[in-house]
């Protein structure tokens, strides 16, 4: 309902933003992305649950029952709890650098793909003018041919403009019709929707003076998104692989450990576990 609510003949650049990050299929993707990293993000930095264990055993023949309980922490998956967090950080950073690089693309290739509908449609309104003040000439020369007051040649000339006012209105009907395309692409919306809406505002003018280059490559390379993602990413696969070295360590365990003994005494005590490498 909010995209229709967009759509229509007053569609404005700040509609057609505000659709692409709603209804992009890419775009959807890599911000759902980002909502599973974060994710991982907040389960890096829970503990791991401790495990309880029970053991009931009755004797065969008269005697009380042996009950025992533990209650296990692994040891290993706290101490290496700050190296997961870091590099779940990381991966989060990497990922919002990735999304809002592809978020201004998909902004930067919305407002190009509008601004070639804008031109193409001024284009064929300025066809559109021509085709009719040539179908009004041939008219008129028809009229004035059929009293006398002018010739077939001259006549033939304003039929002949006529017929290339026409191709060339066709033309430019059929490249605006064709500018559509891109940008309903980029919208997410079905082929149909194409005609649901139309470009309105004027075309921007020119800038009273060219930009200054200088220096732009520097500003550009400590600037860009996707560049710092790509640093980012660095960082983080170096994190993951001391934490993999780290997690080489075999696996230990402490608990703490109370057993009721059939003949009613209780033992109670710490307890721990650490894995053999074989």
Same mark, same amino acid.
């Given at each position: 309902?909010?995209?229709?609510?967009?759509?229509?003949?007053?569609?404005?650049?700040?509609?057609?933003?505000?659709?692409?990050?709603?209804?992009?299929?890419?775009?959807?993707?890599?911000?759902?992305?980002?909502?599973?990293?974060?994710?991982?993000?907040?389960?890096?930095?829970?503990?791991?649950?401790?495990?309880?264990?029970?053991?009931?055993?009755?004797?065969?023949?008269?005697?009380?029952?042996?009950?025992?309980?533990?209650?296990?922490?692994?040891?290993?998956?706290?101490?290496?709890?700050?190296?997961?967090?870091?590099?779940?950080?990381?991966?989060?950073?990497?990922?919002?650098?990735?999304?809002?690089?592809?978020?201004?693309?998909?902004?930067?290739?919305?407002?190009?793909?509008?601004?070639?509908?804008?031109?193409?449609?001024?284009?064929?309104?300025?066809?559109?003018?021509?085709?009719?003040?040539?179908?009004?000439?041939?008219?008129?020369?028809?009229?004035?041919?059929?009293?006398?007051?002018?010739?077939?040649?001259?006549?033939?000339?304003?039929?002949?403009?006529?017929?290339?006012?026409?191709?060339?209105?066709?033309?430019?009907?059929?490249?605006?019709?064709?500018?559509?395309?891109?940008?309903?692409?980029?919208?997410?919306?079905?082929?149909?929707?194409?005609?649901?809406?139309?470009?309105?505002?004027?075309?921007?003018?020119?800038?009273?003076?060219?930009?200054?280059?200088?220096?732009?490559?520097?500003?550009?390379?400590?600037?860009?998104?996707?560049? $710092?993602?790509?640093?980012?990413?660095?960082?983080?696969?170096?994190?993951?692989?001391?934490?993999?070295?780290?997690?080489?360590?075999?696996? $230990?365990?402490?608990?703490?450990?109370?057993?009721?003994?059939?003949?009613?005494?209780?033992?109670?005590?710490?307890?721990?576990?650490?894995?053999?490498?074989?």
């Amino acid at each position: 309902e909010t995209i229709s609510n967009l759509l229509g003949p007053d569609f404005t650049l700040e509609n057609a933003l505000q659709i692409s990050l709603i209804n992009n299929a890419d775009f959807q993707a890599l911000y759902q992305e980002l909502g599973i990293v974060k994710a991982d993000l907040l389960q890096a930095s829970l503990f791991k649950n401790p495990r309880l264990e029970g053991h009931a055993r009755a004797p065969n023949g008269e005697g009380k029952t042996n009950v025992e309980f533990l209650v296990i922490q692994d040891v290993m998956s706290i101490l290496l709890m700050p190296l997961q967090r870091r590099v779940a950080s990381s991966e989060f950073e990497e990922a919002k650098l990735r999304t809002s690089d592809a978020m201004i693309s998909l902004l930067t290739e919305v407002k190009t793909a509008y601004y070639e509908v804008q031109v193409a449609e001024k284009v064929k309104q300025m066809h559109t003018a021509v085709l009719e003040a040539a179908e009004a000439s041939r008219e008129l020369a028809e009229r004035m041919s059929q009293a006398g007051n002018l010739s077939a040649p001259q006549l033939g000339l304003q039929r002949s403009a006529l017929h290339e006012a026409q191709i060339n209105y066709l033309e430019s009907e059929s490249d605006a019709r064709l500018a559509r395309e891109p940008l309903n692409r980029l919208l997410g919306l079905r082929d149909e929707d194409a005609e649901k809406w139309e470009v309105s505002g004027e075309l921007s003018g020119l800038p009273p003076m060219d930009p200054d280059f200088e220096g732009l490559n520097g500003i550009a390379l400590e600037n860009r998104l996707d560049y $710092a993602a790509i640093k980012k990413h660095s960082q983080t696969l170096k994190r993951k692989l001391l934490t993999t070295r780290l997690g080489i360590v075999p696996e $230990a365990e402490v608990g703490f450990n109370t057993e009721r003994e059939p003949d009613g005494d209780r033992v109670t005590g710490p307890m721990w576990a650490v894995e053999a490498p074989v």
